[in-house]
């Protein structure tokens, strides 16, 4: 069984910066692409960043494309989002979740598997 835990939000004042972590349990993780989702009250579930397996592809909407970066550390199986120049209506749960085996960056929501349980990202004006 899969788990995905993250953990680093909270609240940041506009223009400030949160760093997020998933850690995953297993002994699969370096096998997946992974990536990053957003969702806000009364939104869709959007995706925020992918990752390919290896780590050497991303893929950003263009929405947080230089501000976001998302990164992993296969060793300690666990995934990061960096997040800067936050806007308040970024204010979300953000959850991570496992893409496809031997993956690319997957943009697609349906190409996800599990998800972790979330944490809730606050930025206020």
């Known amino acids: 069984q899969v788990q995905l835990v993250e953990s680093g939000g909270g609240l940041v004042q506009a223009g400030g910066s949160l760093r997020l972590s998933c850690a995953a349990s297993?002994?699969?993780?370096?096998?997946?692409?992974m990536g990053w989702f957003r969702q806000a009250p009364g939104k869709e579930r959007e995706i925020v960043a992918a990752?390919?397996?290896?780590?050497?592809?991303?893929y950003y909407p263009d929405s947080v494309k230089d501000r976001f970066t998302i990164s992993r550390d296969n060793a300690k199986n666990t995934m990061y989002l960096q997040m800067n120049s936050l806007k308040p209506e970024e204010a979300a749960v953000y959850y991570c979740?496992?893409?496809?085996?031997?993956?690319?960056?997957?943009?697609?929501?349906?190409?996800?598997?599990?998800w972790g349980r979330g944490t809730q990202v606050t930025v206020s004006s």
């Open positions: 297993g002994r699969t993780f370096s096998s997946y692409a």
């Open positions: 990752i390919s397996w290896r780590g050497g592809t991303t």
């Open positions: 979740a496992r893409g496809p085996k031997f993956g690319i960056a997957a943009m697609a929501r349906s190409e996800y598997d599990y």
